[in-house]
């Protein structure tokens, strides 16, 4: 690390969870910026989220939340751009207006549209209040997140594409994407319809940043 990261690091902490797939995000963009903040494990299925002294911090009762300086930030995507105007290189998004608006349609495609859909809160609602089995709860996750996919393999085949989802440099949507691929991995969803996402996902892992902000590589992973 730099002087400059090591100095922002020694004044963040990043609230977690390996499994978490908004913290992942996070944590590729701590990665590719270089920064290492102190973690502080919180376990989602032990509720952990909902103490009061986590809520003070993050009234949404989610994660990732990312203090720095005493102030703290939730909600991924915030978190993300935060970062991102902290520390300007490399830069999570295009220069250009059009190729911004191109890197966050399909950014928020997932984080927006797919993410919140499989949500363990909302399973839970789904199993818990609503009454719905496992076999149901499992069925709507996979056609949501099928459908999401369908629409984001459509978008990054496009010629301009590169080799990630915006030319050959990592974008936000590449961080919103890797995880959202490894939730799909988790719930044995079929990839095969989705080739250029699965070509992408190939390159993405053998970039340090997005292979060492595997759940699995977490210190709290189970």
């Given amino acids: 690390m730099s002087s400059n990261t090591t100095a922002l690091s020694a004044n963040m902490m990043l609230y977690t969870y390996f499994r978490s797939s908004a913290a992942f995000r996070v944590r590729i963009a701590l990665n590719l910026k270089g920064l ?13 989220q909902a103490a009061d002294k986590y809520r003070e911090l993050n009234p949404q ?14 909600q991924s995507l915030a978190i993300i751009e935060y970062l991102d105007e902290l520390v300007r290189e ?24 797919m993410h919140p859909l499989g949500n363990m809160r909302v399973q839970n609602y789904l199993r818990d209040t609503l009454g719905h089995s496992e076999a ?5 996750h996979r056609y949501w ?12 085949a496009a010629p301009h594409s590169g080799k990630l989802c915006h030319g050959d440099d990592p974008t936000l949507a590449d961080i919103c994407l890797i995880p959202q691929m490894a939730n799909a991995r988790r719930i044995e969803l079929s990839l095969s319809p989705y080739p250029t996402l699965l070509k992408i996902e190939r390159i993405a892992y053998k ?8 759940p699995k590589k977490q210190p709290d992973a189970e």
């Fill in 36 to 48: 290492k903040p102190e973690q502080v494990f919180v376990h989602l299925r032990k509720q952990e």
């Fill in 61 to 74: 009762a989610l994660l990732p939340t990312l203090v720095h300086e005493g102030h703290a930030i939730g």
């Fill in 90 to 113: 490399p830069p999570l998004l295009p220069h250009d207006p059009l190729g911004r608006a191109r890197v966050r349609q399909i950014a928020y495609a997932v984080a927006c549209e």
């Fill in 136 to 140: 149901e709860v499992l069925a709507w």
């Fill in 145 to 156: 997140l099928a459908l999401g996919l369908e629409a984001v393999e459509k978008m990054v």
């Fill in 207 to 214: 970039i340090a940043a997005f292979d060492e902000a595997q």
